[in-house]
């Protein structure tokens, strides 16, 4: 009892030291990792397959740049980056989007001079969000930019790349969401009449809604608050007063994607949180994750190059949040097993000849998964391991296996007799059971 109370005191002093992961930001565990491995292949074949080049982007930048391209008074910059001064005085951010990086690297190397670019890239980034389910301070995202591209047939492309994604991952409960902001000036002469709209019904305004009709009155009709939807309902819409260009573009995008057989809803709410896009923008929702059901997103931003100081370039891209593609392909299919196929039991003076055995099998199938047993025991302990491995054979390499060149083979979870073979049939015979 007296040890017990002591043992539990130990525990309780020695959990309150521990040190725990920052809110928001997830180890990713084993039994996860193969969905998340599974996605990320699946997600770099596609895009090769069109022809997209992987860019590695560094993960601190300056803070300047994300300022000037998602745009000072939208929420990511406002309030989520993590932002800090180094030891040199640099003001510096963990990146909380990849494009804005994609685009400085662009220009630095001179990506897009007389080029169209079709780049990819991955990794961690960073928005000081309050974390809930499927929102994260730490998350990961697979981004996708085109640049050079003007026309609404990159746009398309594009988009059908992503409904391949989802069919090679067996998704279905996702739905396409389609608009376009125009150009700049259009928008502008849109952004005035949604002033006026909203400055008349003013009390009616949360607070969010009220800050945001003086920095950035569009992202009022983001507002998911029930209590403004009819609000903005009413509000003018952003489609009736499109530039006859965009227009134009967006009619040529909507009639490509109809006649590729993709569905689309056209959402003239749709405006994004970054400042930085024209014309089409697109998102794919799904109703099965809750509140955070943006799997995808994207859209054309063909201002950015030049205002960040590069050549006038047209550019279009997405980014996918492998957090929620993880989730809800897990809802879909399940976890993935990549759990050992079999377990190689070795007796314990025959270290050397199981070591030997193992790296045969290894060479001769490289995809087995086969775990070989470490750290000795009985045989009986090893067959525990064994089991708990998952594994769905257990071979055994023990004296009189030695001595006669074989190996006994055990099914664990078939109810099959147990049965000899030799040492030189036996990558045959494993080959014979994929
Ligand atoms: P975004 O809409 O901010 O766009 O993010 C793209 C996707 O990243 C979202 O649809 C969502 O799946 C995921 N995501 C965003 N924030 C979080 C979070 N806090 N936790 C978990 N997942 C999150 C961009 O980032 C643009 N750079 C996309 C783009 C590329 N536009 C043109 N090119």
Redesign the pocket.
């Known amino acids: 009892m007296l040890r017990d109370i002591l043992y539990n005191l130990h525990e309780e002093t020695t959990l309150s030291k521990l040190i725990q992961a920052v809110r928001?930001m997830n180890d990713i565990l084993p039994i996860q990792t193969p969905l998340w491995q599974h996605i990320e292949t699946t997600v770099h074949e596609v895009l090769t397959s069109y022809g997209y080049q992987e860019i590695r982007m560094p993960l601190l930048e300056k803070t300047e740049l994300f300022s000037r391209s998602?745009g000072e008074v939208t929420d990511?910059v406002e309030k989520?980056m993590y932002t800090f001064t180094d030891r040199n005085g640099e003001n510096l951010s963990l990146r909380?989007?990849?494009?804005?990086s994609?685009v400085r690297a662009g220009i630095e190397h001179g990506l897009f001079y007389n080029q169209i670019q079709r780049l990819w890239y991955q990794g961690a980034?960073f928005?000081h969000?309050r974390?809930q389910k499927?929102?994260?301070?730490q998350?990961?995202?697979i981004?996708?930019?085109v640049y050079g591209l003007a026309g609404p047939d990159i746009d398309a492309e594009m988009i059908l790349l992503t409904a391949r994604l989802w069919q090679k991952l067996g998704l279905t409960d996702l739905e396409l969401q389609v608009n376009s902001l125009g150009s700049a000036e259009a928008r502008q002469v849109y952004r005035e009449q949604l002033v006026t709209y909203f400055s008349q019904q003013q009390s009616q305004l949360d607070e969010d809604s009220q800050r945001r009709l003086q920095t950035n009155p569009l992202r009022i009709l983001d507002s998911k608050n029930p209590a403004m939807q009819e609000l903005i309902e009413k509000a003018p819409n952003l489609l009736e007063s499109l530039d006859n260009e965009s227009q134009t573009h967006f009619d040529q995008l909507l009639a490509l994607l109809k006649q590729a057989g993709i569905a689309y809803r056209v959402n003239p709410r749709l405006v994004?949180?970054?400042d930085?896009?024209n014309r089409t923008v697109f998102?794919?929702v799904t109703q099965s994750l809750g509140a955070?059901g943006?799997?995808?997103?994207?859209?054309?931003?063909d201002r950015l190059v030049e205002q960040m100081g590069g050549r006038s370039t047209p550019?279009?891209?997405?980014?996918?949040?492998?957090?929620?593609?993880v989730a809800l392909f897990e809802q879909t299919t399940g976890l993935l097993d990549h759990s050992p196929e079999v377990y190689l039991i070795i007796a314990e003076n025959a270290v050397s000849q199981g070591l030997c055995l193992a790296e045969m099998l290894h060479t001769a199938l490289p995809k087995l998964r086969l775990m070989s047993h470490c750290g000795g025991g009985s045989l009986k302990t090893q067959f525990k391991k064994a089991d708990k491995s998952g594994a769905k054979l257990a071979l055994i390499l023990g004296e009189d296996e030695i001595a006669t060149h074989q190996v006994t083979l055990k099914h664990l979870r078939q109810d099959l007799p147990q049965q000899k073979i030799a040492q030189t049939e036996l990558a045959d015979y494993l080959r014979s059971l994929s």
């Open positions: 928001g998602i990511i989520e909380p989007e990849g494009t804005a994609c980034m928005r969000e974390p499927g929102r994260y301070r998350f990961h995202q981004g996708a930019e994004r949180g970054l930085y896009y998102e794919w955070q943006a799997v995808c997103a994207g859209g054309r931003y550019a279009v891209g997405f980014a996918l949040g492998m957090e929620r593609l």
